[in-house]
């Protein structure tokens, strides 16, 4: 199967919060409560025995759009304290490549930036498929458009 590897982000943005670089990573590198901020993830859990972020830790997704569901599962690929998490996902059972997220933590004088940055990874077989499970035939807008509201409720968690 070949997988097209966009190298540009397909969606990305930044937000500037009066919160520790420390305190930032330590919400976005966990799955299980960044979902709280999220559109369309709405549980996701650590899976074999992890309990945090590492490189090779994997994670389960699980997703909504209306009354659509599906799961993804997750293998973080960077985990750099105070700096960068990022994870790839794919599509459960196939493991078909969807995607990349990366949360990148800047210092500032105030506290950090955080920008969270997607790359779509589905091969163009699938994308057929995904707008039928998913219900989103943008992709990419939609994905710009949930990340800015995942970074608004972010700030507003980190200075509450």
Not at 92 to 97: D, F, V
Request: proline content about 8%.
């Amino acid at each position: 199967m070949r997988i097209p590897r966009f190298p540009e982000p397909g969606a990305t943005g930044s937000v500037t919060v009066r919160a520790t670089p420390e305190a930032a990573y330590r919400v976005v590198s966990d799955p299980p409560v960044m979902v709280r901020f999220a559109e369309e993830a709405h549980r996701a859990r650590w899976l074999r025995g992890a309990g945090t972020a590492a490189v090779g830790a994997r994670f389960r997704g699980y997703n909504r759009n209306g009354l659509r569901r599906w799961v993804t599962t997750c293998r973080v690929t960077d985990a750099d304290p105070d700096r960068r998490f990022a994870y790839e996902v794919t599509a459960s059972p196939l493991r078909i490549p969807i995607s990349r997220w990366q949360y990148d933590i800047e210092p500032t004088g105030e506290g950090c930036t955080v920008t969270e940055t997607n790359w779509l990874r589905v091969p163009l077989w699938f994308i057929p498929f995904a707008i039928t499970i998913t219900g989103v035939s943008d992709r990419i807008g939609t994905n710009d458009a949930h990340i800015t509201t995942t970074l608004q409720r972010l700030k507003a968690h980190l200075e509450q």
